[in-house]
DNA sequence: GTCTATAAAGAGATAGAC
DNA sequence: GTCTATCTCTTTATAGAC
């Protein structure tokens, strides 16, 4: 159950709806706003520009969102879930530490690419309200788990242990997450190339072998 | 003297003042101003936000900047000139083209954290305004000579030819960037020892010798 | 479910006194 | 060089008709 959940995060980027009713146009609505939000800048982004891209008025969609805030809740919503279940995958508690860590790196790459709009908002919150420092405790609870991982993968004597173990990691996840600058899922890549390319470089550098 | 001048580069923050009068706060407004950019990003601070950080009135800041835009012009170049003096250091041009790969990137991290303020700004600008636009050419073209020596440096078979050189040259300033994220100057590790660590990294990878 | 109209607050910027 | 006061525009959000 919770493995089939988890492994349909990479993959399905539609969410459970969050209100049992209509729930009409809800996805609709929040694909617009996060694509302006991560154009401009949530804060910069109005609800009069919403209102433009969707061709509907301001007061319209507060019949789908009581708050600009709550579409941005329920984007960063999308991508914490996605990271969060790559971690109860099986591929991420079993086998040895060097596969664990290198099964959750590659997860994190894959649900980066599939839920690519969501992450990217998720990696710009800065945690000046009370939903951004929500999000940003979820996110550092990810990144606490995978630091766990590159510690027991350094014990076990298959990570570098001449840099700190937190400074490889944060270096590591400077590298995934900053796939979101380039990547388009439409270019020559896919996402599990992507993933494997990501993880050479990691692993291996960028020296020829 | 341009040998002078870009070796001041990394060290000294301070700018040459824009204007030959008085000038008088202009350093210390901006200093105030980018470290609210960055914490709550550039739209989302208000002239009353910055005008009470500073205890001034929002009037008296326009004596100082003619516009808030103007702030963020001045922020941004202070990043670019530091990562543009980068590449006319003479080891930029002068050795084998993995010696010159090495330094730049070394030399990035250097400006990077004697700058830490201006070069977060730089990484979020997004390109909404002219100013921010102009900021982004620039970068890019930085971006375009960095990538020209990772060429070099796999055509002289020192960097692998498995992956595209484009993808290893944006993973490569991925995690260069996020240095921004969690390095702070006051921290255990000098920018020096950041610089090599991340040079060894970069190249190596992260697997244990 | 969408509209027009509007309220209430806050934005960037300016005028002019001192 | 800094102030108070103010202009004008835009913001998020609501009221109430259809």
Avoid at 55 to 62: N, P, Q, R, T
Avoid at 196 to 201: P, W, Y
Wanted: hydrophobic content about 45%.
């Amino acid at each position: 159950m919770m493995a089939d959940w988890a492994m349909m995060a990479e993959t399905d980027a539609a969410p459970a709806p969050k209100k049992g009713r209509p729930g009409f146009d809800r996805q609709a609505v929040l694909d617009v706003a996060v694509s302006a939000f991560i154009e401009h800048g949530y804060d910069a982004t109005s609800m009069g520009m919403l209102s433009s891209r969707l061709g509907l008025s301001k007061a319209a969609i507060y019949h789908h969102y009581p708050a600009k805030a709550e579409m941005l809740r329920a984007a960063l919503d999308e991508a914490l879930s996605g990271l969060e279940g790559v971690l109860l995958e099986p591929g991420a508690r079993e086998g040895t530490a060097q596969e664990r860590l290198a099964f959750v790196l590659q997860g994190a790459v894959r649900v980066l690419a599939a839920r690519l709009p969501y992450v990217t908002l998720l990696l710009r919150v800065r945690g000046n309200t009370e939903i951004e420092r929500e999000a940003l405790r979820r996110r550092r609870e990810f990144d606490r788990a995978v630091t766990a991982l590159v510690v027991d993968a350094r014990d076990s004597g298959t990570v570098r242990s001449d840099i700190e173990p937190a400074v490889v990691t944060r270096l590591l996840f400077g590298m995934i997450n900053s796939i979101v600058e380039w990547y388009r899922p439409d270019g020559p890549e896919s996402a599990d190339q992507l993933a494997d390319d990501v993880l050479a470089v990691a692993l291996n550098g960028l020296s020829a072998s």
